[in-house]
């Protein structure tokens, strides 16, 4: 399939309204909207938040506020649209009763209450539909919840700092973040858009972390998972006593795969493994490790404790700058 360079900027449009939605629609994926008619963009639309109008409803809306006609334009969607009676009426209908003429879509999608169904429903009503464009870029964006339809398991991402020499804590001190401010700005970005936080034991012990987004504007906050089999950690710990959620998990524990499944039916499509090292070893051995956020800080511990993660099945995709560390994102 040949696309032209209009379409491709059509829908890295779509792509680009959909984020507005971030962090605000989970368990639903992104998904942007944009209609053109004539060879002009008449209206755009996106999830925005669960609940809410689904993009292709909001698009509609758009251009009808904005006074153009719907009828024969063409619609670029970044997800097959949905043809069920969900949270909202299907989109396939809204498309139809808008007289859209043909749709263009990115990615299929891969919930079972949909799957082929919306692009067949179009088709038989008469409207043109192609697939396909920018569908890596839209899988890229919507991962977690591809991940999460295919595995009914989340997304995991592991974030830890280290300093100079590979060191993740340094015993000479008391607990201490040694990262910079900034840095961790960028960390509660991170926090924002999974759905839950989980951490080992010690590190409740050692540094009694809160675990929550603080320093961007959030919503809602994530579960914190605390695994904690021997029932070790402090009564009196902030992930106990805020008031926020967390799962603190004692003698039931059964092991990783089983405590992803259980966060997979909880709906939970990604989870930030924020440590302490013995915890994200046991992730990374059981090969249960999909994405790995090191941040690199030049800082040098007087009594270092050495990670030794082994990241030989992982390859380096990105690297970034959050503050003063450097930022290295692993993939398998
Ligand atoms: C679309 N357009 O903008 C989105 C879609 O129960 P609901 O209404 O929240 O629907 C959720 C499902 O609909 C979600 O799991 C996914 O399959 C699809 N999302 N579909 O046509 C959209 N967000
Ligand atoms: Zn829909």
């Given at each position: ?26 368990p ?82 891969p919930n079972p209450l ?30 977690e919840f591809l991940h999460w339809c295919e595995n009914r398991r989340p997304y995991v ?38 759905c ?61 795969p089983a405590l992803l499944d259980m966060l997979g039916d909880l709906e939970i499509q990604r989870l ?16 249960l490790?999909d ?42």
């Amino acid at each position: 399939m040949t696309w032209s360079a209009a379409q491709r900027e059509y829908m890295s449009r779509a792509l680009e309204v959909a984020e507005k939605g971030r962090g605000q629609v989970r368990p639903n994926p992104l998904v942007g909207c944009v209609l053109v008619k004539d060879g002009f963009v008449i209206a755009e639309g996106w999830h925005d938040h669960l609940g809410g109008l689904h993009a292709e409803q909001m698009a509609i809306h758009d251009a009808e506020e904005k006074g153009h006609n719907t009828n024969g334009s063409t619609a670029y969607i970044t997800l097959e649209p949905c043809n069920h009676f969900g949270r909202t009426p299907p989109c396939t209908e809204a498309l139809l009763w808008a007289g859209i003429g043909e749709v263009i879509i990115a990615h299929g999608d891969p919930n079972p209450l949909v799957r082929g169904d919306g692009i067949s429903v179009l088709e038989e009503a008469g409207i043109k539909v192609q697939s396909g464009l920018l569908e890596n870029e839209a899988a890229e964006q919507m991962r977690e919840f591809l991940h999460w339809c295919e595995n009914r398991r989340p997304y995991v991402t592991v974030k830890v700092a280290i300093d100079a020499n590979g060191s993740v804590d340094d015993l000479s001190k008391d607990a201490a973040r040694f990262t910079s401010d900034e840095c961790l700005k960028h960390v509660h970005n991170l926090r924002k858009d999974c759905c839950a936080i989980l951490v080992g034991a010690n590190t409740v012990i050692r540094d009694d972390p809160s675990l929550t987004v603080r320093l961007v504007e959030s919503e809602r906050q994530p579960i914190r998972v605390v695994i904690d089999p021997n029932n070790r950690i402090d009564p009196n710990s902030k992930v106990l006593n805020d008031g926020f959620a967390t799962r603190h998990l004692t003698s039931g524990f059964r092991g990783l795969p089983a405590l992803l499944d259980m966060l997979g039916d909880l709906e939970i499509q990604r989870l930030l493994v924020e440590g302490g090292p013995t915890t994200i070893n046991y992730f990374l051995e059981e090969g249960l490790v999909d994405e790995f956020i090191l941040v690199q800080s030049n800082a040098v511990h007087t009594t270092p404790v050495n990670s030794n993660f082994d990241l030989t099945s992982f390859s380096s995709v990105e690297e970034k700058t959050w503050g003063e560390e450097s930022v290295k994102i692993y993939t398998r």
